[in-house]
């Protein structure tokens, strides 16, 4: 048997938070009697609702691509919701090295020596600093490249554009709520633990998003619309490096290619979530139902805003149908 296999007979009352989660807790008994390693991308993806989660995503990635206009504003609302998700990490990383104590090896006797928090920050601090440099240019600027290249696709103005990074107060709302739950709690294990899960969807959609983008832009709809922009628009200097626009997707994640840095932080995150079980007095059971608890929380919050940016596009494009002029 595992060591990860759950130790008690599911709570109904404990687990029945929601639906997704009590239907998780039930499925990752099953995957672990199954041999699955606990926490690995099998074993989100067999727990939880990511297949359709990711559907959902191709399709609004399918509908935004449609119009030059409506593809600026669709993205605008992306990687503005993209930066602030990237900020909050260090913040994680941040409340775990400063619970001192709260993670200890049970194999070292000695309290100071036992201490593993900072091993633990360290995991979470990649995904941070490949946010922050990519050994170059910081992430938001290379999507801010992305974003120049869509408005010349869609031939917008300087004041138009200006008028998109209005954001609307939902997105506002969303984005306040990745910072809490992405930040942790600084001495509180399942406040740390449940923000772990909060990273491992963070990272795991990250990948499946930047894969979709690339195969509908350059696989799905090649040498038409916006990949055949792409393709006659030249490298700009970024930095002191030299970047196509369409390498913030790629550095992220590919349709056909290497794997991007999403799945690098996700593994990161695996081991880290696999040690904080190990390093943590609650049963398994518990330790699972926290991850899956944040995991859950960060799906919610980008299915809506995918949903809402989705609405919110598609409205907008119908209403430009009508009154070309955007100012």
């Known amino acids: 048997m595992s060591s990860f296999q759950i130790e008690t007979t599911l709570n109904p009352i404990k687990t029945a938070k929601t639906a997704n989660l009590a239907q998780a807790m039930v499925k990752a008994n099953v995957a672990l009697q199954n041999n699955f390693k606990p926490f690995s991308i099998e074993f989100f993806r067999q727990c939880l609702p990511v297949a359709e989660a990711a559907d959902n995503i191709e399709r609004y990635f399918n509908r935004a691509i449609q119009n030059p206009t409506g593809l600026y504003m669709f993205f ?4 503005y919701f993209n930066g602030d ?5 260090s913040r994680l990383a941040s409340s775990i090295a400063m619970s001192r104590y709260l993670f200890n090896d049970p194999t070292v006797l000695v309290r100071e020596e036992a201490d593993r928090g900072f091993y633990l920050s360290a995991k979470v601090m990649v995904a941070a600093y490949d946010e922050g440099t990519n050994d170059g240019a ?11 290249t869509m408005a010349n696709y869609a031939n917008l103005s300087i004041d138009e554009q200006n008028q998109f990074a209005d954001v609307p107060a939902w997105l506002t709302e969303i984005c306040n709520g990745i910072m809490t739950g992405y930040a ?3 001495g509180d294990a399942a406040a740390l633990i449940r923000s772990m899960g909060f990273h491992a969807a ?3 959609f990250g990948d499946i998003e930047h894969g979709l983008l690339d195969k509908i832009v350059r696989y799905d ?3 038409v619309g916006f990949d055949a922009f792409l393709r006659k628009t030249p490298p700009t200097e970024l930095c002191g490096h030299r970047y196509q626009p369409w390498c913030y997707v790629l550095v992220h994640a590919s349709h056909e290619s ?6 690098s932080h996700f593994d990161c995150v695996m081991d880290a979530l696999n040690l904080m079980a190990d390093y943590r007095p609650e049963s398994k059971e518990q330790i699972m139902e926290w991850v899956f608890e944040g995991f859950e929380q960060f799906m919610t919050l980008e299915q809506d805003m995918f949903k809402r940016v989705d609405e919110e596009s598609q409205a907008f494009v119908k209403r430009l149908v009508k009154e070309p002029a955007l100012v």
């Open 76 to 79: 605008q609302r992306y990687t």
């Open 85 to 89: 998700t990237s900020a909050v990490i």
């Open 138 to 148: 910081p992430h938001r600027t290379l999507a801010q490249l992305l974003l120049r």
């Open 184 to 186: 942790g709690v600084p």
């Open 202 to 204: 963070s990272e795991l």
């Open 221 to 223: 709809n090649a040498n």
């Open 258 to 263: 290497a794997a991007g840095v999403e799945a």
